[in-house]
């Protein structure tokens, strides 16, 4: 029941844009979006609820379709500030369900 | 405010000894989280507490880890004996309400080493 995220490596220059997919098998309630630098914690990016909002904040900005159980990560613009491993983490329609997180998928973005 | 705390940040040990990782959450925060990380694996969940109470230790992957919550501000996770396969990188999250419709915050993690 782990998410798949897509692509698993993206590699951008500087002011290019991606786009990062995660797909769940089961419905889900919440979808949470986390950025991990190269020994360092995950750091929280952004929380999706059911609803089908979308959300972002700066240049990173993120959509959740309930129906097809898939977030969507946009990283518009990317600076080299967004290198690093980025990672959804899914739960589903009990709210004591555990967050389950994706395989992640590794960003570098060069000058 | 200071974030989640964890100790050690590193740590190596032999087969067979034990080892004990400590966590302390955000002040405030009623829900803590231990994450297991590996490459083969990914970022899985061993057990989460809310207001102390283990609500969801079904990610322990066997008896030799063990973990505890005795009050709001430390938890510690305990491996006897430990294994060579038990080394990972080992963080510890809190959040406010728990659930997974609430942020999760994550601590800097114990690299932990057996040989």
């Known amino acids: 029941q782990q998410p798949v995220q897509s692509p698993q490596a993206v590699i951008l220059r500087e002011g290019e844009d991606a786009v990062i997919n995660c797909s769940s098998s089961?419905?889900?309630?919440?979808v949470h979006w986390y950025r991990q630098k190269h020994g360092e914690a995950p750091i929280f990016l952004m929380i999706l609820l059911k609803g089908g909002e979308q959300k972002g904040h700066d240049k990173i900005s993120a959509s959740f379709n309930e129906k097809k159980q898939q977030s969507s990560l946009y990283l518009t613009a990317s600076q080299l500030s967004y290198s690093g491993t980025y990672f959804c983490g899914t739960g589903g329609l009990n709210n004591t369900d555990k967050l389950i997180f994706g395989t992640g998928t590794r960003l570098q973005v060069f000058p | 405010d200071a974030g989640v705390i964890q100790s050690p940040r590193h740590e190596v040990t032999e087969m067979g000894q034990e080892v004990t990782l400590r966590c302390k959450p955000i002040s405030g925060h009623n829900s803590l989280f231990w994450y297991r990380q590996t490459m083969m694996r990914g970022l899985e969940l061993l057990i989460y507490?809310?207001?102390?109470?283990?609500?969801?230790d079904s990610g322990m992957p066997e008896d030799r880890f063990s973990a505890k919550m005795p009050n709001a501000s430390f938890s510690t996770l305990k491996i006897q004996p430990s294994e060579p396969r038990d080394s990972a990188v080992y963080f510890c999250?809190?959040?406010?309400?728990?659930?997974?419709?609430?942020?999760?915050?994550f601590g800097p993690g114990t690299r932990l080493t057996v040989l």
């Open positions: 999250a809190s959040s406010f309400f728990g659930g997974h419709g609430d942020t999760q915050y």
């Open positions: 507490f809310n207001n102390n109470v283990p609500i969801d």
């Open positions: 089961k419905a889900l309630y919440s």
